[in-house]
């Protein structure tokens, strides 16, 4: 059976890293964007990150440009961003597909293990969230309007 940890993916610093270097934490793996009304959502995962890091937590961004071209900029720009606006320390990937033809291995595995709004697969916008357990495995598909701050208690049982 697949797990996220059978992917890998590159970091905004360009060294491609197997997510099995995840094993045996929780993960939440949110598609991102700069210029969207949910990018003040950052600031709610980096405080997930911060209050849960130490138990076997982390968040795993994943920039995206496909919904209404809201990450134009590149690996360094988009780092920038996010540290300077967020202060954001959890690690950032490389700008992906999260649907479509060239949807990265990693999103087409998390859409078809937990589907959208009546069993739809594909991502419909920016910081749509997957909640992963410790075995690698897609707990919950939280969709954008969900805030980081929403996700406490289920986050809270899988650690």
């Known amino acids: 059976m697949d797990s996220v940890y059978t992917f890998s ?18 993960l939440l793996i949110v598609n991102t964007a700069s ?5 003040p959502q950052y600031a709610g995962l980096q405080k997930l990150h911060e209050q849960y890091g130490a138990r076997g937590f982390a968040v795993l961004g994943f920039p995206c440009n496909q ?8 690996a360094a720009q988009i780092g920038s961003f ?28 998390l859409t078809s293990a937990a589907p959208g709004l ?13 909640l992963v357990d410790r ?4 707990v919950k598909r939280y969709a954008p309007r969900t805030k980081p ?8 049982a899988l650690l």
């Open 82 to 109: 996010c540290e300077k606006n967020f202060g954001v320390t959890f690690p950032m990937f490389d700008k992906i597909d999260v649907k479509g033809p060239n949807a990265h291995p990693l999103y087409r595995y």
């Open 35 to 39: 210029e969207c009304g949910f990018t």
């Open 67 to 74: 919904f209404g071209k809201q990450e134009p900029g590149d």
């Open 135 to 138: 075995n690698g495995e897609v």
């Open 9 to 26: 993916a590159q970091r905004l610093g360009g060294e491609t890293i197997g997510l099995d270097g995840y094993r045996g934490k929780v």
């Open 118 to 130: 009546l069993w739809t697969k594909a991502v419909k916008w920016n910081f749509t969230k997957f």
């Open 149 to 156: 701050e929403a996700l406490h208690r289920s986050i809270e």
